[in-house]
């Protein structure tokens, strides 16, 4: 019997278990959601110095957060209020 590495588990019994705890083994229905998803994003070298990064990087801790995301983020808000009509979010779920 196959065991799964990280859990200790069959393959056989992760199976019942998803087979069992699904949403639609449990009489549940799927919703279509309308939501659209960022666009590509491009790569972009920038050089920053250690001292504002170290900054950075506690900031996005305490909100969770990655600090990468924290920046692109940071960068959108500021593009937004500099030129509010040509920045949109990167996704938007339609209600």
């Known amino acids: 019997m196959k065991k799964s590495k990280k859990t200790g ?3 056989a019994a992760l199976r019942r278990y998803y087979d069992a705890s699904s949403t639609l083994a449990a009489g ?3 919703e279509r959601v309308g939501a659209a998803f960022a666009r590509p994003r491009r790569l972009v070298a920038l050089r920053i110095d250690e001292e504002a990064l170290s900054a950075i990087r506690r900031i996005a801790l305490a909100k969770g957060l990655n600090y990468s995301t924290l920046m692109r983020m940071w960068i959108t808000e500021r593009l937004r209020r500099e030129s509010p009509p040509a920045i949109s979010p990167p996704f938007s779920v339609e209600g």
């Open 9 to 11: 588990t069959s393959d």
């Open 28 to 30: 549940g229905r799927i």
